[in-house]
């Protein structure tokens, strides 16, 4: 629901190139009710001062249009140290406002951990954590870190139209300029598919 979540955010703020939420879809619950809720994420990088303000912003203005109930996440995508908001508090006189989200950064778990849960989603976010090692480490170190992200996908039972996917997503997140590395992590991968 992209274009709708656009819909929120006014000309103005988005003129600034400040105010671009990152996600919002339509969640339907596994108990068999017929209720649905819609489930905002936003993905940040950085330390925004406002980030919990906006967070808010969007919170209210959903529930406004929609008049249903909204989930946020916040998945931090920075650095170990990144400032991650989990709330925004505003009080006044006698009015007050609390609103808490759910948080997650990439860092939450170790590698050893993302490797062995049974989520494509740890195996997302275990390559974000080596895209942050871009140019910081031989290319010859991430791609081995490409291909043991490759291998752990295949140790799960996915169809094959999902491990292109991911296979592909991989290739270019993980993106090693040296033609002879890229060579081999293909080579690799097509084995390992056999």
């Known amino acids: 629901m992209d274009k709708e979540l656009l819909d929120i955010i006014s000309d103005r ?47 209210y203005r959903l529930l406004d249009r929609y008049r249903i109930p909204v989930e946020t996440i916040a998945v931090f995508t920075g650095e170990k140290k990144q400032r991650r908001p989990s709330e925004y508090w505003c009080q006044e006189i006698r009015t007050s406002v609390h609103f808490r989200y759910l948080t997650y950064q990439i860092f939450d778990h170790a590698e050893e951990e993302l490797l062995a849960m049974e989520n494509a989603f740890a195996l997302i976010v275990l390559a974000c954590q080596k895209a942050l090692l871009e140019d910081k480490v031989p290319d010859e170190e991430l791609g081995a870190d490409r291909l043991t992200i490759a291998k752990a996908l295949l140790r799960h039972n996915y169809d094959g139209d999902r491990i292109i996917s991911f296979f592909v997503f991989l290739k270019n997140f993980l993106f090693i300029d040296d033609k002879d590395i890229n060579r081999m992590f293909h080579r690799s991968f097509c084995f390992h598919r056999q």
């Open 13 to 59: 703020e988005r003129k600034k190139g400040k105010c671009v939420a990152d996600l919002l879809v339509k969640v339907f619950l596994k108990d068999g009710t017929g209720r649905w809720i819609l489930m905002h994420t936003e993905i940040d990088g950085g330390n925004q001062e406002d980030f919990a303000y906006r967070l808010y912003q969007y919170h």
